[in-house]
T-cell receptor, first 114, second 112 residues
């Protein structure tokens, strides 16, 4: 069974630009969550999508947005990039429907903003 | 606000020794997750603890959950070098949703 995939794996952008990251969950998984990991703030929850609906949102500004498609693939978008947005962005997928309620993480997209 | 606290933040151990990482959380969730992260890599799931008193073991690692004390432990037995990594615990905010709050992580270094 293929794992969670994320594209691109590495990205370099300039301040003020926008970026779109993509996540394909494990086949059959309907929930996709996004996390940001930085050395200073650690791992922080961005948002979670289930059946194309955002169910939960973390404490991030509106520049961070996402969506989920009918095939459960998800994208997140960051507009007007700031230097502080440099981070490893991880997505995780889960079945949701029952135990073990486990989240499986993708390899991440490392975003560098210059 | 949900808090998940791990200690220690850094741990340097000699091979062959035993040690425990502690994870305290403030939710009423009966689930707790442990992950491992190697430098530059993603998160690898180690244990999913689903109820009070749950204990799981894999090789030299054993995790337990005490929901009454809101405490989980990750015990390392007879450490070996390839256990060097950062270990995170994570708690869901509410039962049934997929929003995890992570601890700060424990960077474990095993010294030969």
């Amino acid at each position: 069974k293929a794992g969670v995939t994320q594209t691109p794996r590495y990205l370099i952008k300039t301040r003020g630009q926008q970026v779109t990251l993509s996540c394909s969950p494990i086949s059959g998984h309907r929930s996709v969550s996004w996390y940001q990991q930085t050395p200073g703030q650690g791992l922080q929850f961005l948002f979670e999508y289930f059946s194309e609906t955002q169910r939960n949102k973390g404490n991030f500004p509106g520049r961070f947005s996402g969506r989920q498609f009918s095939n459960s693939r998800s994208e997140m978008n960051v507009s007007t990039l700031e230097l502080g947005d440099s981070a490893l962005y991880l997505c995780a997928s889960s079945l949701v429907a029952g135990p073990p309620y486990e989240q499986y993480f993708g390899p991440g997209t490392r975003l560098t903003v210059t | 606000e949900l808090k998940v606290e791990q200690n220690p933040l850094f741990l340097s151990m000699q091979e062959g020794k035993n040690y425990t990482i502690y994870c305290n959380y403030s939710t009423t969730s009966d689930r707790l997750y442990w992950y491992r992260q190697d430098p530059g890599k993603s998160l690898e799931s180690l244990f999913v603890l689903l109820s009070n008193g749950a204990v799981k073991q894999e090789g030299r690692l054993m995790a337990s959950l005490d929901t009454k004390a809101r405490l989980s432990t990750l015990h390392i037995t007879a450490a070996v070098h390839d256990l060097s990594a950062t270990y995170f615990c994570a708690s869901p905010s509410n039962f049934g949703n997929e929003k995890l709050t992570f601890g700060t992580g424990t960077r474990l270094t095993i010294i030969p």
